[in-house]
């Protein structure tokens, strides 16, 4: 205990002592015993050891439904892409940097019984990744860079299969169509739930879900 970091004798961080406190006081916990999968952040994409490509996120919103998935009882795993927010208390977390580390992580965390992909994962990751730092030069036009597709993460999990999870909800940020594209995600990533957010100025979110909408 002399290095005040760790050993058995140190006081946990109020997070977790709090989180200890709602499990005793909770009266019913009615996913105590099933497993779940939540992914959150960003992903970041590099370009070369200093620069990357990503899409805005906190993930306040994965944290947020990771920690509500904790306090219900499920055993909770999280992926979280680069983010400045505390680690829930009560849940595993997995750090990680790519798409291709968060599918890594996913994959390495099923079988679960509910999936939740909230991460806003980049769509597409530079070919040839400069191992260093690309030179802007007086005169000269900027680099071209060469994209492909990141591995769709939602749909590779949510793909019929003995291990597909009971529940896969995935996101969708729109600024435009937001019903329209959200049902089309849905039919093709065979997603369960599709929860729309609409990203335009005038913000609003609804739910695309298996029944038609009205």
Request: with cysteine.
């Amino acid at each position: 205990m002399a290095c005040n970091e760790y050993g058995p004798g140190r006081l946990a961080e109020p997070p977790a002592i709090l989180s200890a406190i709602e499990a005793l006081l909770l009266p019913a916990r009615p996913l105590a015993g099933r497993r779940a999968l939540v992914t959150s952040g960003p992903t970041h994409e590099p370009i070369d050891p200093v620069r990357y490509i990503a899409n805005r996120s906190s993930g306040r919103q994965g944290h947020s439904i990771a920690a509500a998935l904790a306090e219900l009882g499920a055993h909770v795993t999280l992926v979280s892409g680069p983010v400045s927010i505390a680690d829930p208390a009560g849940v595993a977390v997995k750090h990680i940097e790519s798409a291709q580390q968060m599918l890594e992580a996913c994959q390495a965390s099923l079988p679960v019984d509910i999936a939740v992909f909230a991460a806003a994962v980049a769509d597409w990751h530079v070919a040839g990744v400069s191992t260093g730092k690309i030179k802007k030069v007086p005169g000269a036009p900027p680099p071209g860079l060469e994209l492909v597709p990141n591995p769709d993460i939602l749909a590779t999990i949510a793909k019929s299969g003995p291990q597909r999870p009971r529940l896969v909800v995935g996101f969708a940020a729109e600024t435009d169509d937001l019903m329209k594209n959200a049902q089309s995600k849905r039919e093709r990533k065979n997603a369960d739930w599709i929860v729309a957010n609409d990203v335009s100025p005038a913000t609003a979110s609804w739910a695309a879900r298996k029944t038609p909408c009205t």
